[in-house]
């Protein structure tokens, strides 16, 4: 919004005004870090398929039915036992009959797809299009193989044993995208396990006593009615104990959450973080930020008084201010501009003022103009502009000339000084720059320049001359000394405070004169109804 506020609305001291301003100027960094941030949570919420844990609890017991070296360590009840029998869980024999009796090798490619949100379930019929497309001309006993492999391995990254502290007793945790999926493979596990154990005490007992012993068949009998119940349903239990030296204490249930924090929340977390995260950007880019953006920059770094501001104009607005009753807020900084320099001019008697842009970026063109036909109106004489800039004219573009002759004209003798001067109001005469392939400087440091300065001094109240930019060339620092004071103007926030200052330099000797700074195209960052509020 561009509104001006006051030209004075600056202190030397930090204000919530001025922490204000940093976050409205760089409010589309903060803007963009919380939308970044929004975006991305939510694509990887979204990428994330929600999962439930069952678990089931075991009991190293070691009630054997015969007597071993291993069954007697068992005893002992071991840390290390416990830790090698939670090892023997995600081992291969175990999670493999496990999987042949669920039948997880035979689930299709896009399984997940039954809880997954809609861009997972386009991410996973991507890879399965794929996936599809690479097995094509595979043989399927041998791609039923490796899915068998896929399956086996892709479970134990779902599994996770956990010894209980100070007991023997270990817990078996599962995740799987449904709560009754992940009690059904809990359960399943740890009754693979408890057939494993059985079958290493088979195959003690078998050694010993041959394949006729009876408590050979009781094993036997016990594993076959165990291996009934792998579809890991819920049984008494009696039955899930079962004789094993491993006994399941505790079988696996319907999980009643989903693991992890809800999603809303981790959303809103992350929402949270991404504002305060665009806030710390935002001043550190501020303080990065090398160029000069407010009055109190241009007093801290320049050591020059600030003259004034001109907002970025919108628009609707005309290019140069006519009628001053129009009560906008580019309208009133060039009131309060023009006020400014009336006042300097009185103060210090000033015939000749200069105005000259810092660098080729700014343009000083619409400020001279809009000087010209205001103080026009203030003081008693006629002003003369003249544009002293024949590297880029551009004064006769603010009004309908087409600046065919001027200044160029008079010092090469081509035109004489009332052919070339054009009037605009009965207060108010230009001296545009021309056209000419010469050096400019050659002609701005030539006697006949000088002799028309003197000229035009005695016939108008006031003579404003627009110049180059400083940075680039001699131009403005060649007309110094016929001046009696420059204003120097340069768009907010463009160029480094560095540029600025070492274009100021250029003028050496004429230092003295700069009366002040315009800082154009400002920005007034903070909307007016909240600035008048703080």
Known sequence: MNNVYDN?????????????????????VVLLCLLTVSVVSAAGLMMKTKQYEAQVKMLISAEKQVESPYYRELIGGRSEVTLT????????????????ALGMHKLPQDFENNFASWLKRKWINYKTKKFNELVADVDPKRLEEEMFRVAVDSLKKDISVEPIRDTNMFVIKVRFFSPEGAARIANAISRSYVIFDLEQQLAELQLRYGDKHPTVNIIKDNIFLMEQNLGG?????????????????????RPLRSLGTSKKITFGLAVIMSVFLGIML???????????????????YLGVPFLGGIPRKRWMESKVVHDQSNDTGYVRAVQTLTDQTYLLVKEKHLSVLQISPATPADNTTRITMNLGLNLSQKLKNKILLIDADMRHPSLHKESTSRGNYGLVDILTAKKSYSEAIEVMSSSLDILYAGRTHLNPVTLLDSTSMHALIETVKQQYSLVIVNTADLRSNRDAAILAPM????????????????????????????????LGIILNNRKYPIPKFVYDRI
């Open 8 to 28: 004075n609305d600056f202190e030397m001291e930090n204000t919530l005004r001025d922490y204000m301003k940093v976050l409205f100027r760089q409010k589309w």
């Open 282 to 300: 935002a001043f550190t880019f501020e303080y990065l930020d090398q160029s000069l953006k407010q009055p109190q920059d241009i007093e801290r």
């Open 233 to 253: 349903s819920l049984v008494t239990n009696l039955e899930a104990i079962g004789p094993a030296s491993v006994k399941i204490i505790e079988q696996a249930t």
């Open 483 to 514: 001046s009696d004071g420059i204003i120097v103007a340069f768009d907010e926030g463009l160029s480094r405070r560095q540029v600025i200052k070492n274009s100021l330099a250029r003028l050496n000797n004429s230092q003295s004169k700069i």
């Open 85 to 100: 029998q939670s090892e023997i869980v995600k081992s291969n024999p175990v999670i493999e009959r496990a999987v042949l």
